[in-house]
């Protein structure tokens, strides 16, 4: 299972940016997905979640400017960052609750993340 992430990059403060993350290998199903992010000298902190069923949590710092969605279909989360802020600069992670099949069809569970996408938000 691999998660492949897209979308960082620089942007002024007030600017948007819309990050992806798509998994990919020998799933069976996902389960929630989510963003964390890790500024220099800090702890990795979720950012939002959502659910298979699309219920969704955010952070407090984020709620209003920030929307997650997926497209399960496509197993791809997606993070659409508005107004960001200086305070936003950090290495996004994306995660996905994966479920496989194993050898005897039993469910395997686990969670598995991204390589990270690095977002700047400065003038």
């Known amino acids: 299972v691999q998660l492949t992430e897209s979308g960082g990059g620089l942007v002024r403060p007030g600017g948007s940016l819309r990050l992806s993350c798509k998994a990919s290998?020998?799933?069976?199903?996902?389960?929630?997905m989510g963003w964390y992010r890790q500024a220099p000298g800090e702890q990795r902190g979720l950012v939002a979640r959502?659910?298979?069923?699309?219920?969704?949590t955010y952070t407090e710092s984020v709620k209003g400017r920030f929307t997650i969605s997926r497209d399960n279909a496509k197993d791809t989360v997606y993070l659409e960052m508005t107004s960001l802020q200086p305070e936003g600069t950090a290495v996004y992670y994306c995660?996905?609750?994966?479920?496989?099949?194993?050898?005897?069809?039993?469910?395997?569970?686990?969670?598995?993340w991204g390589q990270g996408t690095q977002v700047t938000v400065s003038s």
């Open positions: 290998g020998a799933i069976h199903n996902v389960e929630d």
């Open positions: 995660y996905a609750d994966i479920v496989m099949l194993g050898l005897y069809f039993q469910r395997i569970r686990n969670d598995y």
């Open positions: 959502i659910g298979h069923d699309g219920s969704t």
